[in-house]
């Protein structure tokens, strides 16, 4: 039993990418500040979620659930503090995000660009779906559930999500 | 026990942590009654956006510098041809806003006598909007003016083209602008048309639509839509948008909601003006703004229409007019009709005796309607203007006619007055004149009337 658990820990922590603590601050913020900034010239901008999107990639990459909770946390309260709704919203949304994409991290492979596609138009499904439960029953908001519209929201994030998961492979740190 | 916090210590953290998110959430969703953040909420965003505004500038300067070096000193072909349209559209405007100033006097006495009050916009900031919300859910803008600029919460924000929305947190050097397409916004507006009031938001796809309106047939797509006045926020006779469609509510039957296409293209704004302060009577520049359009309109009519003569300066006999001079008697024209109660047609009242009679009068016989067809035409143009023949004719009811034709019913004594009736009539309704003057376009149509005579 014992030597099972030390090579399940092994295995997770040979996998586990490590970052730069600059780009871990760095790549969030520039995340946030495009999300902002450029609806003001493309308004279709605001189809994309990229907050989201690296709040996945990160917790993916890392394998760390509290980590990832907690990077969803801080990411979520700035992505509200920008709204006018109040601060937690996407405070939850994102903390629950980090959180199942760290745990789906440990148990499969998620360098692949296949798996990457499914996992990032689930994720934004879900969040999607908890932003309007959240809106409906805890805010009192009366926000409609478009389903083609969200669908197609899912793909367009998981299709660039895809392609910015490699950009953020390149840096990883060797170990 | 220890076993069990080290084997779920995960979801426990991610519990807690959920749990306290919603214990806030709730905090902050019992306060917003107020429509303020709490204290600590505040703080939070303050940071954020003080974190993310100096870059937020620094792009829009960059974007702002390029551009204007390329429109300011590089793409200016066609701008002579540009100018000289402008400027007759400039001419055009001047006329138009010319022709509404008398009835916006009109208006404001009317307002006035009425004891209503209208808000004018006195003082407006102008802001360079710099970020928004960064999602479709928070219809939020971020514009570069905070309290520093003299911005409070509530201030309504506009466009030359119509209302935005209004000022919902400022901090120092930037603010907040709910616009008016957020779900939790709302806006006092009434149809221009129908005069049907309602409350204007935002729905979850982002339109603007007219919520609790009981269906009415003549709300029909195209009508204009302005602010109304009634929220206390936004001054009312704003542009708001354009009726686009009605559409049934079904969670609110029997109401309907009216889908209203903005005035402003809310996704597309790069800067916007802020209202910080209203005031009851008419700015002095607006005061000076239709002065000035009055003065132009009439240098333009008097340009388009040379056929306006100047005032003579000789008389008929040759003489210099005097302009000091008082101006002749006013006559009333050569009657059709000869009866007893035409001017001069009887004997003056002093040489008449109480009781006594005077002389039967022989009146010209009645032309035949060839002649009398004639002289319906003015007898002396220029000792009558033409404006007073139908001012006389409206000053004087069709119900008095008979009584002047039928002069035997009257008592003698009556006819001086009938006859002091008529002298005083005509120059009483000759000033009644110069009101229309004024109006361009009554103006235009009074001299278009004269020309055929000229």
Same mark, same amino acid.
């Given at each position: ?28 913020? %520039? ?6 900034? %450029? ?49 937690? @919203?996407?405070? @939850? &949304?994102?903390? &629950? ?41 805890? %805010? ?36 | ?27 902050? #969703?019992?306060?917003?009654? !107020? ?22 500038? +620094?792009?829009?300067?960059? =974007? ?14 066609? #701008? ?44 407006? #900031? ?47 050097? !930037? ?26 938001? =935002?729905? +979850? ?9 009981? /269906? ?13 006045? =009634? ?26 909601? #009216? ?38 309109? $009439? ?9 306006? /003569? ?75 203007? $033409? ?7 409206? !000053?004087? /009811? ?43 376009? +009554? ?5 278009? =009337? ?5």
């Amino acid at each position: 039993m014992t030597m099972a658990l030390l090579t399940q820990r092994s295995r997770r922590e040979m996998e586990e990418h490590r970052f730069h603590p600059a780009v871990l601050i760095l790549v969030p913020l %520039i995340a946030i500040f495009l999300q902002v900034y %450029i609806p003001l010239r493309f308004p279709s901008f605001d189809i994309l979620n990229l907050p989201v999107l690296i709040v996945i990639y990160f917790s993916v990459s890392r394998r760390n659930p509290i980590g990832g909770t907690l990077l969803g946390l801080v990411i979520g309260i700035i992505q509200d503090a920008m709204t006018h709704l109040p601060l937690g @919203i996407n405070g @939850i &949304i994102d903390c &629950i995000i980090g959180y199942l994409a760290a745990s789906i991290g440990v148990r499969i492979d998620v360098d692949n660009p296949g798996t990457r596609l499914i996992m990032n138009f689930c994720f934004i499904l879900l969040a999607s779906t908890l932003h309007v439960l959240i809106l409906r029953r805890l %805010i009192g908001v009366h926000e409609q559930w478009y389903g083609l519209h969200d669908l197609v929201r899912a793909l367009v994030n998981a299709l660039v999500g895809v392609v910015l998961f490699a950009l953020f492979d390149r840096l990883r740190q060797r170990e | 026990m220890e076993s069990f916090l080290s084997r779920y210590r995960n979801p426990l953290v991610l519990l807690a942590i959920v749990l306290a998110q919603l214990l806030g959430l709730a905090v902050q #969703v019992r306060r917003p009654n !107020t429509g303020k953040d709490g204290e600590q909420t505040r703080l939070i965003r303050y940071w954020v956006v003080s974190a993310f505004s100096p870059f937020e500038r +620094a792009f829009l300067f960059v =974007g702002h510098g390029v551009s204007s070096t390329w429109h300011n000193y590089l793409d200016l072909r066609h #701008v002579r041809q540009q100018n000289q349209e402008l400027q007759s559209e400039l001419n055009r405007i001047r006329l138009e806003q010319s022709s509404l100033a008398v009835d916006a006097r009109e208006g404001l006495r009317l307002q006035k006598l009425f004891g209503f009050q209208h808000q004018y916009i006195a003082k407006t #900031v102008a802001a360079h909007v710099i970020g928004t919300s960064g999602t479709d859910l928070s219809r939020v803008l971020v514009i570069d003016k905070g309290s520093r600029d003299g911005l409070k919460t509530d201030m309504p924000v506009i466009t030359p083209d119509g209302v935005v929305g209004k000022v919902r947190d400022v901090f120092p050097h !930037t603010a907040q602008v709910l616009e008016i397409n957020d779900q939790t916004s709302g806006l006092g507006i009434v149809l221009t048309k129908t005069r049907l009031r309602g409350i204007l938001r =935002g729905n +979850a796809a982002g339109q603007t639509e007219i919520i609790d309106i009981l /269906p009415d047939e003549r709300i029909q797509p195209g009508e204009p839509v302005v602010t109304s006045g =009634g929220d206390s926020v936004y001054p009312s006779g704003l542009s708001v948008g354009t009726v686009e469609r009605v559409v049934n509510d079904p969670e609110h039957n029997p109401y309907v909601a #009216v889908l209203v296409h903005p005035a402003v293209n809310l996704s597309r704004l790069d800067e916007v003006l802020v209202i910080t302060q209203t005031q009851n009577t008419m700015p002095a520049s607006m005061e000076q703004d239709l002065a000035t359009s009055e003065q132009k309109a $009439a240098d333009i009519l008097a340009q388009r229409l040379p056929s306006v /003569p100047p005032p003579p300066t000789v008389g008929p006999d040759g003489k210099p007019i005097n302009p000091n001079a008082p101006p002749p008697p006013v006559r009333p024209p050569a009657s059709l009709h000869p009866d007893q109660f035409t001017p001069d047609a009887t004997p003056p009242a002093a040489s008449l005796t109480p009781g006594g009679t005077y002389p039967n009068q022989v009146y010209p016989a009645q032309p035949p309607p060839a002649a009398a067809a004639q002289a319906t035409t003015p007898a002396s143009p220029s000792s009558r203007p $033409a404006e007073t023949a139908p001012a006389h004719s409206q !000053t004087k /009811p069709a119900t008095a006619q008979p009584k002047l034709t039928t002069p035997q019913s009257k008592p003698a004594n009556e006819h001086p007055t009938a006859t002091t009736h008529l002298d005083s009539a005509t120059p009483a309704s000759t000033t009644e004149h110069p009101k229309p003057v004024h109006h361009p376009a +009554a103006a235009t149509s009074t001299t278009t =009337g004269e020309e055929p005579q000229n």
